[in-house]
């Protein structure tokens, strides 16, 4: 089960409560993977925002919360960013119709993938395809970003089904797809970005008392 901790935030910065929040707290937070931790600020007086941030969810209430009503809007955020991630985030079953479609459009439904399907264990690639039994794995690093891009990645591992190195035909294959230079530049900036401390996913929400 997900560990939920708890840090005050105020002039001298965070500083660590010990404090355990509910189990209510612990249910929700099986809703997304990592760790929950909830940080109490001096300086928020009605905002609840949650954000995921290095693997963990981060929930962000006003220091006057009591416990009741941290472990209500804890349980009410992080429900909020799973059905969020749910939405960004595609089934393998329509990963695979995605891929069935690029490579009719733009590959002539030449390529055939075994199987395509999310992954969380790519590593810093954004893709895999393995030729040797034809499966294509996409990083689940991708979820959230614009449909355009996943499709680019998609066509891009499509593509070594084809050809199996980067060389002039890969490339000139992988042409006719009209923002394979945009994403590709987008891709490269995402992960600049990362190295320099991530991109939080958030979703914030004012109390309502």
């Known amino acids: 089960m997900s560990s ?11 500083e660590d409560t010990g404090a355990a929040a509910g189990s209510s707290a612990q249910d929700a937070a099986d809703l997304l993977p990592g760790p929950v931790e909830v940080r109490r600020s001096r300086r928020r007086s009605r905002t609840v925002t949650a954000f995921r941030e290095n693997g963990r969810t981060v929930v962000a209430i006003p220091a006057r919360f009591t416990r009741a009503q941290e472990r209500e809007w804890v349980g ?3 429900e ?3 059905r969020q991630e749910r939405r960004r985030r595609p089934s393998d079953d329509g990963l695979a119709q995605r891929a069935a479609a690029l490579s009719e459009r733009y590959l002539g439904g030449r390529a055939v993938p075994s199987s395509v399907r999310w992954s969380s264990n790519q590593g810093q690639r954004w893709g895999s395809c393995s030729l040797g039994d ?7 690093r991708l979820r959230g970003m614009p449909s355009w891009v996943t499709d680019y ?21 992988l042409a ?3 923002r394979t230079e945009r994403a590709r530049g987008f891709l490269d900036g995402w992960s600049y970005a990362d190295r320099e401390g991530g ?8 109390s309502d008392d």
């Open 76 to 78: 009410r955020m992080v």
């Open 134 to 140: 034809g499966s294509i794995r996409i990083s689940d």
């Open 153 to 173: 990645v998609l066509l891009h591992e499509l593509n070594h089904l084809l050809h199996a190195g980067h060389g002039p035909e890969f490339w000139a294959e």
């Open 80 to 82: 909020r960013l799973a």
């Open 199 to 206: 991109r939080p996913q958030s979703s914030d929400e004012e």
């Open 176 to 178: 006719s797809y009209p």
């Open 4 to 14: 939920v901790r708890q840090h005050r935030e105020g002039n001298g910065g965070p």
